[in-house]
């Protein structure tokens, strides 16, 4: 099964890539872009059966844990559409 | 001869880039501001490395919109030579100069050290000063120099030999314990399909003095400045470098 | 200005103490608004005010010939001829390293980057001294790569050379690691800047970075001790903006050199509040400023949090009215945002309006040097006689040498650096002629003769068994390893890391700590020109040991003073430089193999360290030695073996030692004011005369062979036949290694 | 407007740090973690109106000429809910 993770910056957290993307964006003639933040995304594909609970508590802890640094960035997990939330 | 060193918001070997052409070499260098629509009619353009943009987003991918980088393609169109060193590689990759991509390297980790490389083309014009085989020590720095093109464009870029350098043993030999960040093919440094646009991963700038360890890579300035004179005998006048940026000699 | 009521708890919550609000109060001749207590508050931390430290470092030692600034500004300066001059400092970033280790240590390094150009000075190098719990703690693991690519990250992008610093493990810094970060800088002497509000009326511009909620709280943040609630602060984590800096420093310093700036003060700890106070305080002025001017990043931003807030890469400059547009073109040229906050006033308050009311209206002067100064209780520490009661001599010799050299080659202090330092860009700007690895790293200047040598240097193991020979230790190794490398000391900067100074014990290792380097200073002629204290380096009770790590700045007149650590040729003689006396007390072999940190080292003696450093000097000059190698933690061997393995695989060593200790002392043993010579032959003689006329011990110990092999032959027995090969690979692969051992076993620890 | 747009590396190409992430995932015991694909994910607060064509095309211009390098990457692009993709 497929699974998505995005990890984003804390709203608060300065985010020097995307602020500078927005410039050149900007500096491209789009102005329209107000704001851009910059994350990461993960693919993940995962042998177990996602519809225990176990096995999505496993993958919350090395989302939490692993691949997002919990001081300055929040996360958010896409489960499989057959997954309920 | 005149050179001109591009300076990108972020170029951080711009100025040893400009002292080796000036002060080792001894040409009318000056430096080109990223804003700049004209090339000043220098003979020779050096892409510097560094973080253009802080190398944020991908690197080299915010330079390449700079209005420079307008004039550097036409420049190139014409038959000028462009040497893309490093952040300047991925830059002229980006513009669409050169092929390919870099990827982070393989070990994840920023590599500064000093490393090997054989010389695979000593017919170019950056070339020249080197013997067929020869190899050669200078410096790489960089996180992202894993280079990646299709394989259909390898077999293609090879069977053209279009591949200047690569990362090699102390003896020659390219290998896979010779490869310090996961290149395809080992491959340090391309030309273009012409023949006057270059890019390398390691930095020639850095090892053009005695005195920091290695001369090896001022062959590649040689031969450019050689094959300037030989397009065009005439030696040109000195002028003064563009107005505002002479605080950047310092 | 409405009076706020303040409760106890909100000022100790600010980290101040009944009697520092009643002095607020007195100052202010009423109660504190709320934004008024916050600004207090940060210059009154002790990372700001030095309170605990200031009495003491009256006692350091900040004039010479040289010195052209000494402490009190934003960094020193002291002249090095043809019309230059050095400007440098120390700075810690310790606490944001423990909370967030990639980006506490890249805000550690562009913090320390923009107290340099503040000067009008332009950086070319960094060192980092770091200090870390052992790394079999995932924890510390993870500090360590966390704080390396930090390092690097930051210095690498930025575009200024990290060329060496050094590397420490303890256990004492787990839960405190130290991350100090050394910055060197050149100006021109007729061209130096200063913090300074100078000439009422002036406006003053805020420059770089957009202001944001981050780090607020950071500068009391580092005055506190850590427990379980440190978790709880992480929100004020600041991010670094590498790029962002590179164009503040190019716009500061081409802004500088046109003639445009008055003042000029980069915001790092407290900011706003700082930057305005002090700059007033400095000039004698003050400064009234419109929050509602200034560059915000985020929306509805209090008066509290826009003074408190530490987003980095900032700067407040003041500049003539008539140059205020050249200025703001300058910095709208590097697209960097900028604007006219304020103006200098002539009566010596800082005035903080918002919306057009006053928020905060506070006098300069006692705000920025008026905090109280403390001369706290200091006690000798408890721990000292037991520890130092240890007879270290009763420790038993290895049994088997060549896994006790293999051992010693690859315990995380001994071990070669390569893995830090390959991630840090060393040669950025081709001026490292002498990078990491070597004594001391030398630097190049364009188009001048003179090249520049640097040093950073501490033994806390010293240190902590007797403080202040321990700091007269780390200055002298710091001269030392200068004169090894080719050149003469100048003066040196210095930053002291402690635990909490409300604890009387920390106060007298201070204490201690100050005064021997003030003694070794004085001996050794090298002044102080600053440097930053780091307090409350301490976790539920555990403090780091004293580490002052000094930064040294010397002249290397000409480059053939060069000398490398490097053995170069075979058949050159091996020389012992210095005194005999050498003890396992506190020396990494005691550590490595007893896991003690034990007994009394043997201490420096200041003048016989200078005639040693004196007869070095000359002989390397002189060129009759081929290389120097300062003899430190490992003792000869491992300094003899270094000297071979700089030269891999070239060339091996046989070392022939006579001596009435034991193999162990006389080969690990460690002692003060020792060098590692080779020289050729022909020399030997000159060498033995020289020595002699000038009263120091010099003794032949061996030769450099072509064997590729390493042979110790200790009192006409030979006790170690091994591959050069053999010990290379453990010593240059180890720090890889023991990080992958610690990877490895996270998996069974921690997440099964 | 919020998009969101997803960039990731072509599936020819190798993925060092996720490869990597995978590696250390199946050493701390997580051996359902078949395979880890590390892309960038982007937010951008945009002021046009989207459900004009002419404004997605821009955002897709600068999706693909900007945020993502044909050589290397893929991209996927989120509209806000109301806007049919
Ligand atoms: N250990 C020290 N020895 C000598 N001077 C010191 C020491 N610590 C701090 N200083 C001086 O005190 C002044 C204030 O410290 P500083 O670290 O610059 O504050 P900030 O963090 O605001 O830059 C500086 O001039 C510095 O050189
Ligand atoms: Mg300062």
Same mark, same amino acid.
């Given at each position: 099964?497929?699974?998505?993770?995005?990890?984003?910056?804390?709203?608060?957290?300065?985010?020097?890539?995307?602020?500078?993307?927005?410039?050149?964006?900007?500096? +491209?003639?789009?102005?329209?872009? *107000?704001?851009? @933040?910059?994350?990461?995304?993960? %693919? !993940?594909?995962?042998?177990?059966?996602?519809?225990?609970?176990?096995?999505?508590?496993?993958?919350?802890?090395?989302?939490?844990?692993? +691949?997002?640094?919990?001081?300055? *960035?929040?996360? @958010?997990?896409?489960?499989?559409? %057959? !997954?309920?939330? | 001869?005149?050179?001109?060193?591009?300076?990108?918001?972020?170029?951080?070997?711009?100025?040893?880039?400009?002292?080796?052409?000036?002060?080792?070499?001894?040409?009318?260098?000056?430096?080109?501001?990223?804003?700049?629509?004209?090339?000043?009619?220098?003979?020779?353009?050096?892409?510097?490395?560094?973080?253009?943009?802080?190398?944020?987003?991908?690197?080299?991918?915010?330079?390449?919109?700079?209005?420079?980088?307008?004039?550097?393609?036409?420049?190139?169109?014409?038959?000028?030579?462009?040497?893309?060193?490093?952040?300047?590689?991925?830059?002229?990759?980006?513009?669409?100069?050169?092929?390919?991509?870099?990827?982070?390297?393989?070990?994840?980790?920023?590599?500064?050290r000093p490393v090997d490389l054989r010389a695979e083309r000593t017919d170019l014009a950056f070339t020249r000063a080197y013997e067929p085989g020869q190899v050669l020590r200078m410096p790489i720095a960089h996180n992202e120099g894993s280079f990646y093109v299709s394989p259909e464009e390898l077999n293609h870029l090879e069977r053209n030999g279009r591949v200047v350098l690569r990362y090699s043993s102390p003896s020659?030999?390219?290998?896979?314990?010779?490869?310090?960040?996961?290149?395809?093919?080992?491959?340090?440094?391309?030309?273009?399909?012409?023949?006057?646009?270059?890019?390398?991963?390691?930095?020639?700038?850095?090892?053009?003095?005695?005195?920091?360890?290695?001369?090896?890579?001022?062959?590649?300035?040689?031969?450019?400045?050689?094959?300037?004179?030989?397009?065009?005998?005439?030696?040109?006048?000195?002028?003064?470098?563009?107005?505002?940026?002479?605080?950047?000699?310092? | 200005?409405?009076?706020?009521?303040?409760?106890?708890?909100?000022?100790?919550?600010?980290?101040?103490?009944?009697?520092?609000?009643?002095?607020?109060?007195?100052?202010?001749?009423?109660?504190?608004?709320?934004?008024?207590?916050?600004?207090?508050?940060?210059?009154?931390?002790?990372?700001?005010?030095?309170?605990?430290?200031?009495?003491?470092?009256?006692?350091?030692?900040?004039?010479?010939?040289?010195?052209?600034?000494?402490?009190?500004?934003?960094?020193?300066?002291?002249?090095?001829?043809?019309?230059?001059?050095?400007?440098?400092?120390?700075?810690?970033?310790?606490?944001?390293?423990?909370?967030?280790?990639?980006?506490?240590?890249?805000?550690?390094?562009?913090?320390?980057?923009?107290?340099?150009?503040?000067?009008?000075?332009?950086?070319?190098?960094?060192?980092?001294?770091?200090?870390?719990?052992?790394?079999?703690?995932?924890?510390?693991?993870?500090?360590?790569?966390?704080?390396?690519?930090?390092?690097?990250?930051?210095?690498?992008?930025?575009?200024?050379?990290?060329?060496?610093?050094?590397?420490?493990?303890?256990?004492?810094?787990?839960?405190?690691?130290?991350?100090?970060?050394?910055?060197?800088?050149?100006?021109?002497?007729?061209?130096?800047?200063?913090?300074?509000?100078?000439?009422?009326?002036?406006?003053?511009?805020?420059?770089?970075?957009?202001?944001?909620?981050?780090?607020?709280?950071?500068?009391?943040?580092?005055?506190?001790?850590?427990?379980?609630?440190?978790?709880?602060?992480?929100?004020?984590?600041?991010?670094?903006?590498?790029?962002?800096?590179?164009?503040?420093?190019?716009?500061?310093?081409?802004?500088?050199?046109?003639?445009?700036?008055?003042?000029?003060?980069?915001?790092?700890?407290?900011?706003?509040?700082?930057?305005?106070?002090?700059?007033?305080?400095?000039?004698?002025?003050?400064?009234?400023?419109?929050?509602?001017?200034?560059?915000?990043?985020?929306?509805?931003?209090?008066?509290?949090?826009?003074?408190?807030?530490?987003?980095?890469?900032?700067?407040?400059?003041?500049?003539?009215?008539?140059?205020?547009?050249?200025?703001?073109?300058?910095?709208?040229?590097?697209?960097?945002?900028?604007?006219?906050?304020?103006?200098?006033?002539?009566?010596?308050?800082?005035?903080?309006?918002?919306?057009?009311?006053?928020?905060?209206?506070?006098?300069?002067?006692?705000?920025?040097?008026?905090?109280?100064?403390?001369?706290?209780?200091?006690?000798?520490?408890?721990?000292?006689?037991?520890?130092?009661?240890?007879?270290?001599?009763?420790?038993?010799?290895?049994?088997?040498?060549?896994?006790?050299?293999?051992?010693?080659?690859?315990?995380?202090?001994?071990?070669?650096?390569?893995?830090?330092?390959?991630?840090?860009?060393?040669?950025?700007?081709?001026?490292?002629?002498?990078?990491?690895?070597?004594?001391?790293?030398?630097?190049?200047?364009?188009?001048?003769?003179?090249?520049?040598?640097?040093?950073?240097?501490?033994?806390?193991?010293?240190?902590?068994?007797?403080?202040?020979?321990?700091?007269?230790?780390?200055?002298?190794?710091?001269?030392?390893?200068?004169?090894?490398?080719?050149?003469?000391?100048?003066?040196?900067?210095?930053?002291?890391?402690?635990?909490?100074?409300?604890?009387?014990?920390?106060?007298?290792?201070?204490?201690?700590?100050?005064?021997?380097?003030?003694?070794?200073?004085?001996?050794?002629?090298?002044?102080?020109?600053?440097?930053?204290?780091?307090?409350?380096?301490?976790?539920?009770?555990?403090?780091?040991?004293?580490?002052?790590?000094?930064?040294?700045?010397?002249?290397?007149?000409?480059?053939?003073?060069?000398?490398?650590?490097?053995?170069?040729?075979?058949?050159?003689?091996?020389?012992?430089?210095?005194?005999?006396?050498?003890?396992?007390?506190?020396?990494?072999?005691?550590?490595?193999?007893?896991?003690?940190?034990?007994?009394?080292?043997?201490?420096?003696?200041?003048?016989?360290?200078?005639?040693?450093?004196?007869?070095?000097?000359?002989?390397?000059?002189?060129?009759?030695?081929?290389?120097?190698?300062?003899?430190?933690?490992?003792?000869?061997?491992?300094?003899?073996?270094?000297?071979?393995?700089?030269?891999?695989?070239?060339?091996?060593?046989?070392?022939?030692?006579?001596?009435?200790?034991?193999?162990?002392?006389?080969?690990?043993?460690?002692?003060?004011?020792?060098?590692?010579?080779?020289?050729?032959?022909?020399?030997?003689?000159?060498?033995?005369?020289?020595?002699?006329?000038?009263?120091?011990?010099?003794?032949?110990?061996?030769?450099?062979?072509?064997?590729?092999?390493?042979?110790?032959?200790?009192?006409?027995?030979?006790?170690?036949?091994?591959?050069?090969?053999?010990?290379?690979?453990?010593?240059?692969?180890?720090?890889?290694?023991?990080?992958?051992?610690?990877?490895?076993?996270?998996?069974?620890?921690?997440?099964?």
């Open positions: 099964m497929m699974l998505r993770v995005f990890v984003t910056l804390k709203p608060s957290v300065l985010d020097p890539q995307g602020m500078t993307i927005q410039k050149t964006l900007a500096g +491209l003639g789009y102005s329209q872009v *107000e704001e851009v @933040r910059q994350g990461k995304y993960f %693919e !993940i594909r995962w042998a177990g059966d996602l519809s225990a609970r176990e096995e999505r508590d496993k993958v919350e802890t090395i989302v939490a844990r692993v +691949l997002s640094n919990p001081v300055i *960035e929040g996360y @958010r997990i896409e489960w499989p559409q %057959e !997954i309920p939330a | 001869m005149k050179t001109g060193v591009v300076v990108f918001p972020g170029s951080n070997c711009d100025h040893d880039t400009y002292h080796v052409l000036k002060h080792v070499l001894g040409t009318d260098a000056r430096f080109i501001w990223h804003g700049d629509a004209h090339l000043h009619d220098c003979d020779v353009i050096v892409l510097p490395g560094g973080f253009s943009y802080g190398d944020y987003l991908r690197t080299g991918a915010i330079a390449r919109f700079s209005p420079v980088m307008q004039a550097v393609k036409e420049f190139a169109r014409r038959g000028g030579f462009v040497l893309g060193i490093c952040n300047g590689f991925q830059i002229l990759q980006e513009a669409g100069l050169l092929p390919g991509a870099m990827l982070r390297n393989r070990g994840l980790k920023f590599i500064c020659g030999e390219v290998c896979d314990a010779a490869n310090p960040n996961g290149s395809l093919n080992n491959i340090a440094a391309l030309i273009n399909e012409e023949g006057n646009v270059m890019g390398m991963m390691p930095h020639p700038e850095r090892a053009s003095e005695l005195c920091l360890g290695s001369e090896d890579g001022k062959g590649i300035f040689v031969s450019l400045l050689k094959a300037v004179e030989s397009k065009n005998p005439r030696i040109q006048e000195s002028k003064n470098g563009p107005r505002g940026l002479s605080f950047l000699n310092s | 200005m409405i009076p706020t009521d303040i409760s106890p708890e909100t000022i100790s919550q600010h980290g101040l103490t009944p009697e520092e609000y009643q002095r607020i109060c007195e100052i202010l001749g009423r109660q504190p608004t709320f934004t008024e207590l916050g600004i207090f508050s940060v210059m009154w931390s002790e990372h700001c005010s030095y309170k605990s430290s200031k009495i003491h470092l009256r006692r350091l030692p900040h004039q010479g010939p040289c010195v052209v600034q000494g402490p009190g500004e934003n960094a020193g300066v002291v002249d090095i001829g043809d019309g230059l001059v050095a400007v440098f400092k120390i700075e810690s970033h310790n606490h944001p390293s423990f909370i967030e280790p990639y980006q506490g240590a890249a805000t550690g390094v562009g913090g320390i980057i923009r107290d340099i150009f503040t000067m009008g000075a332009r950086p070319i190098a960094l060192m980092d001294a770091l200090h870390f719990g052992f790394i079999d703690d995932p924890k510390n693991r993870m500090i360590l790569e966390g704080v390396v690519a930090g390092v690097g990250g930051y210095g690498n992008c930025i575009g200024i050379p990290t060329v060496g610093g050094q590397t420490v493990f303890s256990r004492h810094y787990a839960n405190n690691p130290l991350v100090n970060v050394f910055c060197l800088g050149i100006a021109r002497r007729d061209q130096i800047f200063y913090g300074r509000a100078t000439g009422v009326g002036n406006p003053v511009i805020y420059v770089g970075a957009r202001t944001g909620r981050d780090g607020i709280h950071g500068a009391t943040m580092a005055s506190e001790e850590f427990d379980e609630r440190s978790e709880e602060k992480r929100p004020t984590v600041q991010v670094g903006d590498p790029f962002l800096e590179k164009l503040l420093l190019e716009a500061c310093l081409e802004a500088m050199h046109s003639g445009l700036v008055v003042g000029i003060q980069d915001m790092g700890a407290a900011g706003l509040t700082c930057s305005t106070c002090e700059m007033g305080s400095r000039a004698g002025t003050g400064v009234e400023i419109e929050l509602d001017r200034v560059p915000q990043r985020e929306a509805g931003m209090t008066a509290y949090e826009i003074m408190l807030s530490e987003s980095q890469e900032r700067m407040l400059l003041v500049t003539r009215e008539e140059n205020e547009p050249k200025v703001l073109e300058i910095f709208t040229r590097w697209g960097l945002d900028a604007a006219t906050i304020g103006r200098v006033t002539g009566d010596g308050m800082l005035r903080v309006l918002q919306s057009g009311t006053i928020v905060a209206e506070v006098p300069n002067r006692p705000l920025a040097d008026g905090a109280p100064v403390y001369n706290r209780p200091m006690k000798r520490p408890a721990y000292l006689d037991e520890a130092r009661a240890f007879g270290a001599d009763l420790v038993a010799p290895p049994r088997d040498w060549e896994q006790a050299v293999i051992r010693m080659m690859s315990s995380p202090n001994l071990c070669r650096k390569r893995w830090i330092w390959e991630q840090y860009d060393h040669m950025v700007r081709t001026n490292t002629l002498v990078g990491p690895g070597a004594d001391a790293s030398i630097l190049r200047l364009k188009g001048k003769e003179r090249r520049l040598a640097i040093s950073t240097d501490c033994n806390p193991r010293y240190c902590y068994l007797d403080p202040a020979a321990g700091a007269r230790a780390a200055v002298a190794e710091a001269c030392r390893n200068i004169v090894c490398s080719g050149g003469t000391p100048l003066a040196a900067t210095n930053c002291l890391n402690f635990a909490s100074p409300e604890n009387p014990e920390t106060m007298w290792q201070f204490s201690q700590t100050v005064d021997g380097i003030r003694e070794a200073c004085q001996a050794l002629g090298t002044p102080i020109t600053g440097g930053n204290v780091s307090f409350y380096n301490e976790t539920n009770g555990i403090g780091v040991y004293p580490t002052p790590v000094i930064g040294m700045v010397g002249i290397v007149e000409r480059e053939s003073h060069i000398t490398p650590a490097a053995f170069r040729e075979a058949g050159d003689v091996v020389l012992l430089l210095g005194p005999e006396e050498v003890s396992l007390a506190g020396s990494e072999y005691l550590e490595v193999f007893h896991n003690r940190v034990e007994g009394v080292p043997v201490p420096v003696r200041l003048e016989l360290e200078k005639r040693i450093e004196s007869f070095l000097g000359n002989a390397v000059r002189e060129g009759w030695v081929r290389s120097a190698h300062d003899c430190s933690e490992g003792g000869l061997l491992v300094t003899a073996l270094e000297s071979a393995l700089l030269a891999y695989p070239r060339l091996g060593i046989e070392l022939r030692i006579s001596s009435p200790l034991m193999p162990h002392q006389a080969l690990f043993g460690e002692g003060p004011s020792r060098v590692v010579l080779s020289a050729p032959e022909q020399n030997l003689q000159k060498l033995l005369d020289r020595a002699r006329e000038m009263g120091v011990l010099l003794r032949p110990c061996g030769r450099v062979t072509s064997l590729k092999e390493v042979r110790v032959v200790y009192n006409d027995a030979d006790i170690l036949s091994v591959q050069v090969a053999a010990i290379f690979e453990t010593w240059d692969r180890a720090l890889e290694s023991w990080l992958q051992a610690a990877r490895m076993n996270e998996t069974t620890d921690e997440h099964r």
